[in-house]
């Protein structure tokens, strides 16, 4: 098993403490409670774009294996 860290995350709602075993793992837990994630539908897209919303796009080198 890997050695887990404890790793300090910082975000809009302050800082909280997250034992994990990688960086990514802690951001990823915090996460799961700040934010909800889903394929957007045919609607919610036009919305988006007629509110000025732009679509980004993630790098390759943002991902964390």
Same mark, same amino acid.
């Given at each position: 098993?890997a050695s887990q ?5 910082? +975000?809009?709602? +302050? $800082?909280?403490?997250? &034992?994990?075993?990688?960086?990514? $793992?802690?951001? #990823?837990?915090?996460? *799961?409670?700040? %934010?909800?994630? *889903?394929? @957007?539908? $045919?609607?919610?897209?036009?919305? @988006?774009? #007629?509110? +000025?919303? *732009?679509?980004?796009?993630? &790098? @390759?080198?943002?991902?964390? %294996?």
């Amino acid at each position: 098993m890997a050695s887990q860290r404890i790793y300090l995350v910082i +975000g809009p709602n +302050g $800082q909280r403490l997250v &034992k994990a075993t990688v960086a990514s $793992q802690a951001v #990823s837990h915090v996460a *799961k409670e700040e %934010f909800t994630v *889903k394929v @957007a539908s $045919q609607d919610e897209l036009v919305n @988006a774009l #007629s509110n +000025g919303i *732009k679509v980004e796009s993630t &790098k @390759a080198e943002e991902t964390i %294996f």
